[in-house]
T-cell receptor, first 114, second 121 residues
């Protein structure tokens, strides 16, 4: 079965600093990968997704992610973090064989220090 | 685009009553809708998957008679928590799946609603 690992439960960065959130997946075929962000008490907002093609994916709010098959990773990056980026970030992989269920990682809580 | 709404955003009810939560895809037709439950500081737990006009598929351990799902149209799904008890208090989130076919394999993107906070007294 597929799985998603987000090794960092909490991350704290200073405003203006760069950010990298790690995501590793276990999946037999070419994965479809997603990053979502959740602000407190809110639903999830799609930041970006990877289906195929260019392995560097651009998303909303200045985020990008790079798919690295050799490392089974899909890390999320942002060159300069804003205080409003403080939230919970979830990595997810779409189910196997065209199945439409998402498997989520446990999430990374991002805190931004001013 | 791809906006999903949920109503109500929060509800407080007495133990033993039933609560209905609506999920609507506002600007796309959701071939599939999903219902999740989220406990504090945890990830999302998929409860069930529903396709328009057919019965929902429930995940293992989720009581289908407790959590009734109706997917009446391509833009509306409802979750009814029947005979709610305090342990049903949680954050319920729905999502709508939008599919783009490519190479014979569906590339489905789920768009999430803002969630419904249920408190059962």
């Amino acid at each position: 079965a597929q799985s998603v690992t987000q090794p960092d439960i909490h991350i704290t960065v200073s405003e203006g600093a760069s950010l990298e959130l790690r995501c590793n997946y276990s999946y037999g075929a070419t994965p479809y990968l997603f990053w979502y962000v959740q602000s407190p008490g809110q639903g999830l907002q799609l930041l970006l997704k990877y289906f195929s093609g260019d392995t560097l994916v651009q998303g909303i709010k200045g985020f990008e992610a790079e798919f690295k098959r050799s490392q089974s990773s899909f890390n999320l990056r942002k060159p300069s973090v804003h205080w409003s980026d403080a939230a919970e970030y979830f990595c997810a992989v779409l189910g196997p064989g065209g199945g439409n269920k998402l498997t989520f990682g446990t999430g990374t809580q991002l805190k931004v220090e001013l | 685009g791809a906006v999903v709404s949920q109503h109500p955003s929060r509800v407080i009810c007495k133990s033993g009553t039933s609560v209905k939560i609506e999920c609507r895809s506002l600007d796309f037709q959701a071939t599939t809708m999903f219902w999740y439950r989220q406990f504090p500081k945890q990830s999302l737990m998929l409860m069930a998957t529903s396709n328009e006009g057919s019965k929902a598929t429930y995940e293992q351990g989720v009581e289908k008679d407790k959590f009734l799902i109706n997917h009446a149209s391509l833009t509306l799904s409802t979750l009814t928590v029947t005979s709610a008890h305090p342990e049903d208090s949680s954050f319920y989130i729905c999502s709508g799946g939008e599919v783009r076919k490519a190479g014979g394999r569906g590339q489905e993107t789920q768009y999430f609603g803002p969630g419904t906070r249920l408190l059962v007294l």
